[in-house]
């Protein structure tokens, strides 16, 4: 990129079946295959599973990435997931204790029953690091084993309306949050260009 360019920012509503990559050995589609090459090379921030759908977003500016996947900023990610059995109110200081999983404690920043039914929970976690499934085994260690998982926020990125495959560039408004954020010392540098 030439210097003073300006930076892309593209947020994405990963399929499931989509790896978080810009290629994959196996020849799996990958989350750079839902946008056009006019946007150049794009890399995503942080990775969300295969079998996993929501917000990822990628970019040109390797600085932003690595400030936003650094534990030390604590960068909120937002899931919306469905678990197996039934999870009421009574059992929310359970879950927002958090479990220690075997590499370290598990705390979610938030936890908000959705709705349920007797054989399933909706649930929206948020959590501050994004550490590798960590969602799955936290709830997995809950006893509640999950059937789908949606991320629908990282940071002050919203999914919104986009829809699976779908993706769109970051809005001024949003761009200012993410400066904004570096600004009082959280996790954003800002744009170069």
Same mark, same amino acid.
């Given at each position: 990129?030439?210097?003073?360019?300006?930076?892309?920012?593209?947020?994405?509503?990963?399929? =499931?079946?989509? %790896? &978080?990559?810009?290629?994959? +050995?196996?020849?799996?589609?990958? /989350?750079?295959? !839902?946008?056009? *090459? @006019?946007?150049?090379?794009?890399?995503?921030?942080?990775?969300?599973?295969?079998?996993?759908?929501?917000?990822?977003?990628?970019?040109?500016?390797?600085?932003?990435?690595?400030?936003?996947?650094?534990?030390?900023?604590?960068?909120?990610?937002?899931?919306?997931?469905?678990?197996?059995?039934?999870?009421?109110?009574?059992?929310?200081?359970?879950? =927002?204790?958090? %479990? &220690?999983?075997?590499?370290? +404690?598990?705390?979610?920043?938030? /936890?908000?029953? !959705?709705?349920? *039914? @007797?054989?399933?929970?909706?649930?929206?976690?948020?959590?501050?690091?994004?550490?590798?499934?960590?969602?799955?085994?936290?709830?997995?260690?809950?006893?509640?084993?999950?059937?789908?998982?949606?991320?629908?926020?990282?940071?002050?990125?919203?999914?919104?309306?986009?829809?699976?495959?779908?993706?769109?560039?970051?809005?001024?408004?949003?761009?200012?949050?993410?400066?904004?954020?570096?600004?009082?010392?959280?996790?954003?540098?800002?744009?170069?260009?």
């Amino acid at each position: 990129m030439p210097v003073g360019a300006p930076r892309r920012y593209v947020v994405v509503h990963k399929p =499931r079946g989509y %790896v &978080t990559s810009r290629r994959d +050995p196996e020849g799996r589609p990958v /989350v750079a295959d !839902l946008l056009p *090459a @006019e946007l150049g090379s794009l890399f995503p921030v942080g990775r969300l599973d295969l079998d996993a759908e929501g917000l990822v977003l990628l970019t040109d500016d390797g600085a932003l990435a690595n400030r936003l996947l650094h534990p030390r900023y604590e960068v909120s990610r937002v899931y919306e997931v469905e678990v197996e059995g039934r999870v009421g109110a009574a059992d929310l200081p359970t879950w =927002r204790r958090g %479990v &220690t999983l075997l590499d370290g +404690p598990a705390i979610p920043r938030a /936890v908000r029953i !959705l709705d349920g *039914a @007797e054989r399933s929970t909706r649930l929206l976690l948020t959590f501050a690091e994004g550490r590798n499934h960590e969602v799955k085994r936290y709830c997995q260690a809950l006893g509640h084993p999950v059937r789908r998982l949606r991320r629908v926020a990282f940071g002050p990125l919203q999914l919104g309306r986009l829809r699976p495959g779908q993706w769109r560039e970051l809005t001024v408004s949003e761009e200012k949050s993410l400066g904004g954020l570096w600004s009082r010392g959280g996790s954003l540098p800002p744009s170069e260009g």
